[in-house]
């Protein structure tokens, strides 16, 4: 028992070693690149709301605009370079979900369409999607049960 417990000491002492330290740079460029995608989505959200277009035609059109450049640039292999440097600022706006999307289907292209790409399409996004409307429901449950 007690070689045991070395043995775990010993673990921890080679984790806590060995574990990579935050840096303030990530942050920063976390931040940066965060806020950089959300500029772009800001243009682009202008640029059809000057067009015309209603103000939830203009976000619609946004949303639809990150996603293709999002998409675009993960299946060129820019969107993973620009995740290595940025971290959670390139994976928390909606680039970000059409880059897990994209990755799951050129990673298992070569099964075939239906059942490479189609059956695994959303292996990273789904869990998200799914969770995300279980909490939204369970939120506005509450919220309609507490209003009434």
């Keep these: 028992m007690e070689t045991n417990e070395k043995n775990i000491k010993q673990y921890k002492k080679i984790v806590k070693e060995n574990k990579p330290k935050p840096k303030k740079s990530h942050l920063i460029m976390s931040f940066l690149v965060g806020g950089f995608i959300c500029i772009i989505g800001q243009i682009i959200n202008d640029f059809f709301s000057m067009k015309g277009f209603s103000m939830t035609e203009a976000s619609n059109m ?12 993960t299946g060129i292999g820019v969107y993973d370079n620009i995740g290595k440097k940025a971290g959670a600022g390139s994976i928390v706006p909606i680039t970000g979900f059409a880059n897990s999307v994209v990755s799951c289907a050129m990673e298992y292209s070569k099964e075939g369409y239906i059942f490479g ?8 996004a789904g869990p998200v999607i799914v969770f995300g409307i279980t909490s939204s429901s369970i939120v506005g449950l ?5 209003t009434r």
Excluded at 117 to 124: E, P, Q, T
Excluded at 142 to 146: A, D, G, M, S
């Design 62 to 73: 946004t949303s639809i605009a990150l996603v293709f450049i999002g998409s675009f640039l």
């Design 117 to 124: 790409m189609a059956a695994n399409m959303f292996k990273i």
């Design 142 to 146: 509450i919220y309609f049960i507490l």
